[in-house]
């Protein structure tokens, strides 16, 4: 099984007709994802051929949706139109909404996840939600099934770990030292302040997925996320979970990288995250790699 996307997901791509649009839905066709169209406003009723595949093109989601039945939606929108792209997929009610888009204002972010939430609590059935993952992030994959994003298709293969992570390019390096024993799904949540999908949403998918065997999450510096993951970890997560903290080298008050990830004093950093997560048996490596070590080890231990 998957967490949140499988083969069958039916995928459309805001901002298809964009050059990263047109770039990455190509990546995502060619790693087998049903991409079933794109939404441009304006240029509704054109259609798009993707090396051999002609997807049209509608104006809104709620046009895509009718059409095509669309379930999920990757936005790849320049920052200034991602706000209107999101709530426009919210308003069609579409499932999972997948912003890749880099440098969203936090305003922005936070109108569009405040909008989700009043749907979610009007929708008031579990079978309507609303998800949003991102903004910022790498995407989902489920390896041999479907790409929603930018990960690349080809560093791992369908297994027994579900990843979950802030950073975009520590899920690709997790992704591919343990190749051998592959993936779920990894979930690239993005390390901006506001995101839509947390640590703790993918922990509980993966706790209840049976073919989960074990999981990684990467966490980073700044805010406390990761604190409160442990928490739940410790009260709900039986499967063995092993840890990565980015920035245990960063300067107190510098941003590092991601908008999210600053320390002020005491609070949010990688030290304080570690013992966090330690304390609650989640095993904390010194590098990815070291993290990946740690994680073959449980793994070769099972058998």
Known sequence: MTIFVDESTKVIVQGMTGSEGTKHTKRMLKAG??????VTPGKGGQSVDMDG??????????EAISATGANASVVFVPPKFAKAAVIDAIDANMPLIVVITEGIPVHDAASFYAHALAKNKIN????????????????IIS????????????????????????????????MYELRDFGFTTAVGIGGDPIIGTTHIDCLRAFQDDPNTKAIVMIGEIGGDAEERAAQFI?????????????GFTAPEGK??????????????????????LEAVGVKVGKTPSETAKLMRQILESKG
């Open 143 to 174: 390896p041999g099934k479907t790409n929603l994003g930018i990960i690349p298709s080809d560093i791992t293969k369908a297994g027994v770990i579900g990843l979950v992570s802030k950073s975009g390019t520590l899920t690709y390096q997790m």
């Open 33 to 38: 994802t049903n991409v079933v169209g794109g």
């Open 124 to 139: 008031n059935n579990s079978k309507n939600q609303i998800r949003i993952i991102g903004p910022n992030c790498p995407g």
């Open 234 to 246: 410790k009260e709900y997560v039986t499967k063995p979970v092993v840890g990565y903290v980015a």
């Open 53 to 62: 595949k002609t997807l049209p093109v509608f104006n809104t989601v709620a």
């Open 255 to 276: 941003t590092m990288g991601h908008a999210g990830a600053i320390v002020s004093g005491s609070s949010g950093t990688a030290i304080a995250k570690q013992k966090a």
